[in-house]
């Protein structure tokens, strides 16, 4: 357990580090600036991806983000979404995998869907891939006027009008969510997970 924490600790003080330096490069110029829409491709690994939850959050579920990660690139690329603002948003939307909020973990609703109170707290799914597809098919929905490639999964898709009305991550702000910061919130987060990833040497 000791051995662990230190692993764990070693790793976050050289995320901090590079996060105070600036490190925004790892595969070449300009390969990790932070995207500004949310169609297109992700710069990261699954294991980039679930390696940021393990080491930033110590009560985050690594185990679980290990197994979502993968299927967050394979769902994205599907519908052309960009899988490391997918992957972002269901951090912010679920507090790194910890759901202490209305969701709760059980509900493998990674993004909220449907969860608008205590009494109204979302959408159930059976599993995590399909919670998963929910989640991406419903930021294509505000992303893209481009139909689905895949079955309709997402049970709010209808729902949002006009299709393709947030294009760009600052758009989310006031339309997926009330909060004016939570664009913001989530490119912090993709900063932190490119931050991340070049300090690792991943």
Same mark, same amino acid.
């Given at each position: 357990?000791?051995?662990?924490? @230190?692993?764990?600790?070693?790793?976050?003080? !050289?995320? &901090?580090?590079?996060?105070?330096?600036?490190? /925004? $490069?790892?595969? %070449?110029?300009?390969?990790?600036?932070?995207?500004?829409?949310?169609?297109?491709?992700?710069?990261?690994?699954?294991?980039?991806?679930?390696?940021?939850?393990?080491?930033?959050? @110590?009560?985050?579920?690594?185990?679980?983000? !290990?197994? &979502?990660?993968?299927?967050?690139?394979?769902? /994205? $690329?599907?519908? %052309?979404?960009?899988?490391?603002?997918?992957?972002?948003?269901?951090?912010?939307?679920?507090?790194?995998?910890?759901?202490?909020?209305?969701?709760?973990?059980?509900?493998?609703?990674?993004?909220?869907?449907?969860?608008?109170? !205590?009494?109204?707290?979302?959408?159930?799914?059976?599993?995590?891939?399909?919670?998963?597809?929910?989640?991406?098919?419903?930021?294509?929905?505000?992303?893209?006027?481009?139909?689905?490639?895949?079955?309709?999964?997402?049970?709010?898709?209808?729902?949002?009008?006009?299709?393709?009305?947030?294009?760009?991550?600052?758009?989310?702000?006031?339309?997926?969510?009330?909060?004016?910061?939570?664009?913001?919130?989530?490119?912090?987060?993709?900063?932190?997970?490119?931050?991340?990833?070049?300090?690792?040497?991943?």
């Amino acid at each position: 357990m000791h051995k662990i924490f @230190m692993v764990k600790t070693t790793a976050t003080v !050289a995320f &901090l580090f590079a996060a105070a330096l600036g490190i /925004a $490069q790892v595969q %070449g110029k300009n390969s990790f600036e932070i995207p500004q829409r949310i169609m297109g491709s992700g710069k990261l690994t699954a294991q980039q991806l679930a390696d940021f939850v393990a080491v930033t959050a @110590m009560e985050g579920d690594a185990e679980r983000a !290990a197994r &979502l990660a993968p299927l967050y690139i394979l769902e /994205a $690329q599907a519908e %052309g979404v960009n899988h490391d603002v997918a992957f972002a948003q269901m951090i912010l939307e679920t507090g790194y995998l910890q759901f202490k909020g209305i969701v709760g973990a059980h509900t493998n609703n990674f993004c909220g869907l449907g969860a608008v109170s !205590a009494t109204q707290t979302g959408h159930i799914f059976p599993d995590e891939l399909t919670g998963i597809r929910a989640h991406i098919q419903h930021l294509k929905a505000y992303a893209s006027r481009e139909p689905l490639a895949g079955e309709l999964i997402d049970p709010r898709f209808h729902f949002v009008s006009p299709k393709g009305k947030a294009p760009t991550i600052d758009a989310l702000a006031g339309t997926w969510a009330k909060d004016p910061q939570y664009a913001a919130k989530i490119k912090s987060l993709l900063r932190r997970m490119y931050y991340y990833s070049a300090s690792a040497g991943l």
